[in-house]
């Protein structure tokens, strides 16, 4: 072989090992949302199908851009990692920004806010915020979520301390808990915490809200161009009702 057909092969070996690597990750034509679809009404499941704002919302920011939704239901505190490092090209979940996460991901502008409530058993220990520094109280929350990080915090810092938060896989689950009295309060988010007070008899939310906090879609760091586009597509969608006629679909006024 002379060296002409050498660097041939070689380049030809090249191509085919980068278009191998290039198929591996998220096909261009291609949006992967990681959610964790749990949290309704943001994003839940009936029957096998993806219902929620979060999920609309997605389908409305896909379609602007021309590629196909694709949605990876996997649990909550994989959501950031799996987004920084280009598993999923967005993470939406009702994903508050916090500092931390935003050392891992860029976050999109906020498109909703969320508010971190207390749901308690009716006639149960709880019945204020101060009754949950109680000695005897513990919090049930979903795991990896502000309210479990919030939570478990120390008390100088404004939560309860380690001992008095028990983490669950779910919202859900914790509010099972609430109900057999493994936990006296579960702190959620506020829409979620309506949802399940709507289907669990006997459980109230305390008038009083605990954290404020805004939603954002969770993006990858290195991915500009996409932060640019759906910060693009948030924007018309905010301008032209679209994104409040999704909400109006899912949350109805009172
Ligand atoms: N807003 C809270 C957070 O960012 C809870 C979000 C939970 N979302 C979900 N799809 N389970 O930590």
């Not at 198929?23 to 964790?36: H, P, R």
């Not at 694709?70 to 649990?75: C, F």
């Not at 709880?126 to 939570?151: R, W």
């Not at 969770?218 to 679209?242: F, R």
Request: aromatic share 6%; with cysteine.
């Amino acid at each position: 072989m002379n060296m002409k057909k050498i660097l041939c092969l070689v380049l030809a070996l090249m191509m085919t090992v980068c278009c191998l690597a290039a198929c591996g990750t998220a096909k261009n034509d291609e949006l992967v949302m990681a959610t964790n679809a749990t949290f309704p009404p943001y994003e839940y499941m009936e029957g096998d199908e993806y219902k929620g704002i979060d999920i609309d919302l997605a389908q409305a920011i896909a379609d602007k851009l021309g590629k196909e939704l694709v949605i990876e239901n996997v649990e909550f505190g994989t959501i950031v990692a799996g987004v920084e490092t280009g598993k999923y090209d967005v993470g939406i979940a009702g994903m508050t920004i916090t500092d931390e996460r935003k050392e891992q991901v860029n976050f999109s502008d906020s498109y909703a806010t969320g508010v971190q409530v207390v749901i308690v058993k009716d006639g149960g220990k709880v019945k204020t915020l101060d009754d949950l520094a109680g000695a005897d109280i513990m919090i049930g929350v979903q795991q990896d979520t502000t309210g479990h990080i919030y939570a478990s915090d120390t008390v100088e810092n404004g939560g309860y301390g380690e001992d008095h938060v028990t983490p669950y896989l779910t919202g859900a689950d914790a509010v099972e808990a609430l109900k057999s009295g493994k936990v006296q309060a579960v702190i959620i988010d506020q829409e979620p915490a309506k949802e399940f007070v709507k289907v669990n008899e006997g459980l109230s939310i305390l008038e009083a809200e605990w954290a404020v906090e805004d939603y954002a879609i969770a993006i990858n760091k290195e991915n500009t161009e996409l932060l640019e586009a759906v910060n693009k597509a948030l924007a018309e969608m905010k301008a032209d009702g679209s994104m409040d006629k999704i909400i109006a679909n899912y949350i109805k006024a009172e």
